[in-house]
Structures are given as structure tokens and as C-alpha cells.
């Protein structure tokens, strides 16, 4: 989310009938939604790097790109939350241009990583389902792809630290406010072409590429359902594919999110720079949206960790661990004899219980096999002493 329009409606609407700061209601709502962004958004990101730093065996394919979805969110609350959240509480932006330069350009980035992070999940699950034994011969993709990611946000977060300036515009009664804007005010059209970039990659071709992934994943899904042989259909074979089905649900759910909590900003970013009657038909409402959509995309950067405590019990286990001081076992399907390491850890119940149930059944069959030698074993004396006998 950019700043870029707070200050310009504000300065541009406001010349004929300017409402001062403290008659508005959201100078006061504002603050207080961004405080608890702030308290969440690095308690639970902050968690999450942790859990991924601390434990090896947290680290697979999902958790890497959750690393670095919490990496990016962390990034835009330390940087950015703290500077734009008086935005709508001061008339004036009063940090100065090189912190503007630096917050547009770190909540470009935050969210470019966002975004393709997630494609990426979309990507993984997608072929995690169709040959889930690829995962084994890449492991090291994840933690290419994810530095990949950082490089294009950076690269396309170039322009928001270059262009970025604070303006200063009179109004009426002597009233002079500055604003901070990533667009250059005699560029009249790079707002335009900037808003329609940034709608388009950020937006709506990520968007496309996901529904896709998702839509042959259902179908795919849906298909080895089907073939599934029967001896396999009640054993195996169905805890493998739900195990599938839990990571792809909570991906889902990351995905539905972010695309939620951006829906509004771009919404309102399109009307104001495309429509020639922009000004003009700036009224309560699109006042109202241009603050949900301001909110939204901030919040957007504190649900992850709030969803992850939700849907997965390992997480909620490292969460209680770290931020509550309530240590407990990993999972009771675990046999006490088992170490608790890596092995039984992951960031889904079902792929956790499946691990656990193959190490358990590991045991079961060198416990199988030690009693075999051992009837051998027996049968050999017996079979010696009748033979002396005779």
C-alpha cells in the first residue's frame, strides 16, 4: 500500500470545504488499528522467522516461501507501519522526504514479495500434488526462488525510490500541507501508466496465474480420487492426499487474504487516477473506501501468523512455545521412544501425523525383523539339540 493519494485528496478535494484533522473520525481510529498491526504483525512474523531459524525441521518447501512471506511482512511493519500510520492522524507529513522515499519504496517491495511468494506457493503445491516425489531430487529450489523473488521486488520497487518526493500545497486560509507521494507532480501521466503497472503485476496477472494453478489442482485432485486403487483408497494412499489437500487449503487461504485486503486499494487507485471525474465525484464513500483500502493492505501483514496459529498445530505449538512459555509434546501420535527433532515436525497436522506414523511403523519393522532372527535364532538351537539327541 502506498500513501501516495492520503495527502493529494486531502489537498485537492479539501481547497473548497477543508475539514480540519481533529473534527475527522479516522484521526483517531487510524492510530489505535495501526498499533495493534504493529503488536501483532512482529509478534507473529517475528515468531515464524524464528521457528524457521531455530528448528531444521521446519524447513521444507512451504515453510520457506511462509519464511519469507513473514521476512516481507516484518519488512513493511518495522519500516513503513510506524511513518504512515499519521497519516490520516497529522495534516502534514513530517518525517521528510528520504523516509518517504524509503517507506514507498519498502512497502513496494513488501508486497511485490507478497504477491509472487504466494504465485510460488500456488506453483509448488500444484506440483507437489501431480509427481510429489520431484520435491526430493530440488530441494534447494524453494530457497531459489524465494531469493529470486527478493531480487525482482527489489528491482521493481526501483522507480518508488527514485520518483518518491514530498510536496507542498496551499490552501485556503493560509492552510499549507506536505505529502509524500511516489509519483512526480508534472508527470501527468506516470500516475496513470504506474497505477495500471502495479494493478496488473501486483494484481491481477498474479491473480490469474494462481486461479489457474488451483483449477488444475482441484482437477488433478479430483482425478487421482478416482484412480485410487481401493487397498489404498482407506490407508496410504488417503493420508498422503489429504496431507496434500491440508497445504493446499492453507495456501488457498493465504492466497483469498491478500487478494481481500488489496482488493479495495487497487479498486480506489484505478477509479481516482483513470477517471477523468475523479475530483469531482470524490464524496463519502470513496473517502470511506480510500481508508479500508489503506487499512486492509497494512493488516494484510499481521493475518498470516493469525491463520497459521488457526489451521496448523505445529505452528500453534511453536506459537505457545515462544510467545505463551508452554512447552508440550510435538504430537501424540509420536511414540514416546521417538527423539523429538526434525523428524516429527512440519508445518501441517496431516503431513505431521503421516511423518510420524512412517517413523513409527520404521520401529515396528526393525522390532518385526529383530524378532524373526530371533525365532530363527531359536529354531537353529532347537533343530541341533534333536539332532545330538538322535
Known amino acids: 500500500m ?29 492510530p489505535i488499528l495501526f498499533a495493534v498491526i504493529f503488536v501483532v504483525g512482529v509478534l507473529g512474523n517475528g515468531t515464524l522467522v524464528i521457528v524457521y531459524a531455530r528448528h531444521r525441521g521446519m524447513r521444507n518447501a512451504p515453510n520457506t516461501y511462509i519464511f519469507s512471506l513473514a521476512l516481507a511482512d516484518l519488512l513493511v511493519i518495522l519500516i513503513c507501519v510506524p511513518f504512515v500510520s499519521i497519516i490520516y492522524t497529522l ?144 490407508g496410504q494412499g488417503e493420508a498422503q492426499a489429504k496431507a496434500r489437500k491440508s497445504v493446499a487449503c492453507m495456501v488457498l487461504i493465504f492466497v483469498i487474504v491478500f487478494f481481500i485486503c488489496f482488493l479495495p486499494y487497487h479498486a480506489f487507485e484505478l477509479w481516482y487516477h483513470l477517471s477523468p471525474t475523479s475530483l469531482l465525484d470524490y464524496n463519502d464513500w470513496t473517502h470511506a473506501l480510500r481508508i479500508i483500502g489503506f487499512c486492509l493492505s497494512f493488516l494484510n501483514s499481521c493475518v498470516n501468523p493469525v491463520a497459521l496459529y488457526c489451521v496448523s498445530g505445529v505452528f500453534r505449538q511453536h506459537f505457545n512455545r515462544y510467545l505463551c512459555c508452554r512447552r508440550s509434546a510435538l504430537h501424540p501420535t509420536c511414540s514416546s521412544r521417538l527423539s523429538r527433532t526434525a523428524i516429527c515436525e512440519t508445518s501441517f497436522r496431516s503431513t505431521h501425523r503421516h511423518r510420524c506414523n512412517r517413523e513409527c511403523g520404521n520401529i515396528e519393522l526393525r522390532l518385526r525383523k529383530h524378532q524373526q532372527e530371533e525365532q530363527y535364532h531359536n529354531e537353529k538351537q532347537r533343530r541341533r539339540g534333536h539332532h545330538t539327541y538322535d
Open 91 to 234: 495534516e502534514s507529513w513530517p518525517w521528510g522526504e528520504l523516509i518517504c522515499r524509503i517507506s514507498e519504496s519498502a512497502k513496494d517491495v513488501s508486497i511485490g514479495v507478497s504477491v509472487f511468494t504466494l504465485t510460488a506457493l500456488s506453483a509448488e503445491r500444484y506440483c507437489a500434488i501431480v509427481n510429489p516425489f520431484r520435491k526430493l531430487q530440488l530441494r534447494k529450489l524453494p530457497l531459489v526462488c524465494a531469493t529470486f523473488i527478493w531480487g525482482a521486488a527489489f528491482i521493481f520497487a526501483i522507480p518508488a525510490a527514485i520518483f518518491s518526493s514530498t510536496v507542498t500545497v496551499e490552501l485556503k486560509d493560509n492552510v499549507t500541507i506536505v505529502y509524500c507521494t511516489p509519483y512526480p507532480k508534472d508527470w501527468t501521466n506516470y500516475s496513470k501508466g504506474m497505477t495500471i503497472a502495479k494493478a496488473l503485476i501486483y494484481y491481477g496477472l498474479p491473480l490469474i496465474v494462481i486461479t489457474v494453478f488451483y483449477s488444475l489442482m482441484a482437477r488433478r485432485l479430483l482425478a487421482s480420487t478416482r484412480e485410487m486403487p481401493g487397498a489404498l483408497q482407506g
Open 2 to 30: 502506498t500513501a501516495e493519494a492520503n495527502y493529494t485528496m486531502s489537498a485537492e478535494n479539501d481547497t473548497d470545504e477543508y475539514m480540519p484533522y481533529d473534527e475527522r473520525l479516522e484521526t483517531y481510529l487510524v
